[in-house]
């Protein structure tokens, strides 16, 4: 985020530093918070968050060697690790980033919209800048930016250019909306619904309803719906300023009296204020409906034109949230954001395109920018600047405005197109080649068929994994474990099937300790990606020892056999130092592993063998998740203990110890130890029901109708024997079978999908490519999507028709089922 910025010394004062170490002078204009942003010119500044998770501080020697002369820091004994620069002390510096965003918005005396509630914030922004883009210059969060840390990253954006701004605010604990208050101020807000997402940290929904109403304490006009009877009550007890109210059932400003649906939207009439109104909008979704409410009674009130609002709001074009990563031809990785394209949201789109993706050499292909009033040649300036920043390669601008400022990307390897036409007919496929693309454009341009050209075609099945989710199960899992106590992330198998290296990238970039694969196949594909995590191989072939060592793969030994051949392995190599390895016990499952009675013959095979480092012990569970196995669990812990520290006493450099996996973390804190080893938690998934709730599902596999039949009465439906109806039915037939990983159990009614609203079930058998489902009295169409496993019929459901388990569903969809990561 970046704005004119301030001079150093005001720069400190907006902190509230109490001390500042000035040694040159220079104007901040770029605030960094993650380490990982490589943004470091005498104009960026460095806060040293101290998190829940992480301490900036830990961070302040690399960032410093990195190029970074500007920090705010609160603890002041690490001042000296920074010699040469600019050192603010705080007492906190996320309170800082605060006050300074606090002060920045100050500045300013346009209004600036602040919207709240539990879902649709970010809809809603991004629909009134669609409907407010013709008559305002408007800044807004870039993304979801709502929390302590996002709103006044996104306020910081703000500069005497605009003349509106729109940000979302969000928190999930009680104080939390007073900070934000105090930063954005609000003139106007909007209040969207209340309901039960982050309910865990408050003691009921007044409570929350009363929290939220403080982000508007000083704002002039309230947008909410009366429906919403929570909202209703604490407006009228707490809020002075003008209220603007809508309703579908009650008296309000904009009383909406009827809505007539149709396949293509709905029709709204009402009347604001007496007078009559009308509105197409181009939704059908109950959540779209109310989103586009409260824009419209916003927008009532804000311009005198009333016949533009209806043509605008039947404009409304849907809300992509996320970024899409999809795998493209020849290699290469595809980032699809057509999302926006604000200068914002192209910072955050580069560090993603920086960070995710296999390849090492990066391009980016991007429309024009939205200008929002800002000089073009500035703004294009700073777009060649962060691409120049960033270390992207290569540079594709298409579009008029973008092709005739061509001349400030001087010195980047740059291709100009004036629309997407041009590109297309220019063989783009023949250009890319084993890099990452990014492709972000405003929807005018259309990229969409860019991304289409780009990335490998298959068919119409794609399981879905959003990498959101899946840090969001990473952070629940932290929240477990006492401080100190590390973690292993399991991607073996495919990483259960989700696509091991985009897992481990996203897994390495929010700092797990450790990764674990099954075979040295697995190892290497992350090396070669890039993962510098060490790395431990689970089932370790003897005759992948060389590969394993020159990938610096960590191997289990579970024998004395296996010791011995690694140890001649690492001889015949001649590998310097000690080479890091990891012994298993066998503490009562009965698979791989040492006996717990074979740890003093161990302890001496060990002892003074200088080539080996036991970086850790471990054991694995039988029946972590079962409540009837708890007895055996119980038994392998103290086994585990034992043997270890049978082990201990021969061995002179201390070990870590680990034998929890994911439920074990869950159900069985006493068996922590130093690490932990998780794999199924991080997708959301528990193989025990009790955990179900607290975890959220990444993954979702969809497809879609190839085709819809209308079949008799006893008409048999598929291979011998088939299925016949009992009445005359529709039937569709969609594009995935067992050779997906559908499996032929599901078939006959046994399982059953959600199409249409509404569930369906498999008529007939399961075959190699394809599946029938009974859609009578379901509206759905040909092309309609189709999901297989997701929000509707759980994983679970779908492992108990097949008679399995979680772990066997995800890891049974076929690779040639096309996976698509998904990210804010
Ligand atoms: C697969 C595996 C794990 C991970 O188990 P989850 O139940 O998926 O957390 C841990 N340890 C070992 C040895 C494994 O094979």
Known sequence: MNNAGYPITRFAEYCG???????????????????????????????????????????????YRAGMRNFVISDRSKASLLPEANVLIVDDARAALQSLAAEHRRRFRYPVVAITGSNGKTVVKEWLFQLLQDDYHIVRSPKSFNSQLGVPLAVWAMNDMHDLAIFEAGISHPGEMENLQRILNPDIGIFTNIGPPHQENFPDLATKVAEKMKLFRDASILVYCRDHLPIAEEVNKSFRGKQLTWSFQTDADLRITSTSRSPEGIHLKGNFRGQPVETDIPFTDAASLENVCHCWALMLELTPHPQNTNRRIANLVPVAMRLEQLEGLNGCTVINDTYNSDINSLEIALDFLRRQGKNSDKVAIVSDIAQSGEDPRALYSKVADMIRIKGIGRFVGIGPDISSHREVFEGVSAMFYPNTDSFLADEPLSRFSREDILVKGSRVFAFERIVDVLQRKSHETVLEIDLVKVIDNLNRIRALLPPGVKIMAVVKAFAYGSGTHELARLLEYNRVDYLAVAYIDEGVALREAGITLPILVLNPENSGYAVMISHRLEPLIYGFRVLTLFRQA?????????????????????????????????????????????????????????????????????????????????????????????????????GLFEMVRVGLALHGLSGGRALRERLEPAASLRTVISQIRAVKAGDRIGYAPGQAPAVDSRIAVLPIGYADGLRRALGYGKGRVYVGGKFAPFIGGICMDMAMVDVTGIPCEEGDPVEIFGEHVTVYELAEAMDTIPYEVLTGISPRVKRVFLTE
């Open 17 to 63: 530093a109490t001390h500042a170490d000035i040694k040159f002078q220079t104007q901040i204009k770029h605030l960094v918070t993650d380490t990982r942003n490589y943004r470091h010119t005498a104009e960026s500044v460095f806060f040293a968050i101290v998190g829940d998770i992480h301490d900036g501080h830990d961070f302040l020697g690399d960032i």
């Open 570 to 670: 690492l001889a015949r190599r001649n590998v310097e130092g000690a080479y890091p390895v990891h012994l298993k016990i066998d503490s009562g499952m009965h698979r791989l592993g040492f006996d717990p009675d074979e740890m003093d013959a161990l302890g001496e095979a060990l002892a003074g063998d200088a080539s080996l480092e036991v970086k850790t012990v471990f054991s694995h569970l039988a029946g972590s998740e079962r409540p009837d196995f708890d007895d055996v669990t119980n038994a392998q812990l103290r086994t585990f203990e034992k043997a270890t520290d049978a082990l201990a006493k021969h061995l002179d450099a201390p070990f870590m110890r680990h034998i929890l996996n994911s439920a074990g973390v869950m159900r069985h804190p006493g």
